[in-house]
């Protein structure tokens, strides 16, 4: 049985998910916590009210969308690092376009944002996906080197250009007009942030493309066999291209609802990493729409919990990074080759010996029933 679940994704997922934690729990014990302050204050500041709950909310969104491109790339063989640099690029663009064209109907007004920063991430995103289709540069640099730029670029904007001269001496832009902001719903006591359903979307949107079309098992067999997409006659240039033009535009997306829905300013710490914590997201989802988006709600969770962690039983908030390095090395642990084909391995000496065993007790069987007639 053990054998059987340790061949089920889910289970290995679930597995390393709650071993992640524990371990972490156990550093938080060794360094002197008092882990039955510690840890209501988690579950509370993640789930104990509607307030926990909308924060929770909040944090998982920018990660599900970046974490989506992520996904897109890892099933067309691709790892596509860049998704900091694409929210800023992406926030920056909304940024100049809100200031340049006052649109008053907000319904347009959004719209527009939205699609800019998709094009703006698309863009930033395609560039690292050219380099790699024709000139075979290695997605995972450029991605690194265009995040740096993508960053600078936002900081020299922030800190020139676009700069709030009534901003109290702070190095951020003007806030986005009203119409451009991103509205929230009241569901009963909680209150959802329109962004987090455009996420769920984006995640439902996703799904069907690499699952329900044509272009979907194109880029997953470019994934598993670039070789044989190539003999089956693909364009696989495209398919490179394309597939991290989807990235980056899912996480510019990111980015602008980010803008749109929650700070309203661009500024030089206006992402704390979500490009980093979606590529954890997109691994822990197995790079499908559905376990990326739950995945993102835990790690959105385990952020908001952090927080409250940190004001309540003064356990520093980083304790979620140190939590989210642990989840991400046990799962590229468990997903090792040498682990897979020892489990597999097991397998088969397990089916062996049930079958020796039933054959044994089948000839065990016949000289009774011989006698019998």
Known sequence: ????LLGREHFVVLAVMALGLALSLLMLALTGADLSEALPALFNGALGDARAIEETLS?????????????IGLRA????IGGEGQIYVAALTAVVVSQALPVGNPVLAVA?????????????????GW??????????ITTILLNGIGILLAGWAVHGPVRDTDGGGYPWSEKIGEPFRLPVMDLGPITVPAGFLLALGAAAAVWVLLE??????????????????AYAGLRVTMLVVGAMVCAGALAGVGGVVELAGKQERLSDFFSPGYGFTAIAVALVGNA???GVALSALFFGALTA????????????????????????ALLVLARSDRLQRWVRARRQISRMLEEQALNDRLAADRPAEGRVV
């Open 112 to 128: 527009l944002v939205l699609v800019v920063g998709a094009m703006a991430g698309g863009l930033w995103a395609g560039a690292a």
């Open 1 to 4: 049985m053990g054998l059987a």
């Open 131 to 140: 380099m790699r289709a024709y000139l075979g540069m290695n997605e995972v």
């Open 288 to 290: 499908r729409a559905g």
């Open 77 to 80: 063989g691709l790892f596509n």
């Open 212 to 229: 329900r079309t044509v272009i979907g098992v194109e880029l997953r067999t470019l994934g598993d066999s670039p070789d044989a997409a």
């Open 305 to 328: 919990g952090a927080s409250s962690m940190e004001r309540i039983a003064q356990v520093p908030a980083a304790t979620s990074l140190v939590a989210q390095a642990i989840i991400v």
């Open 59 to 71: 944090q998982s969104i920018p990660i599900m969308f970046v974490g989506l491109g992520v996904s």
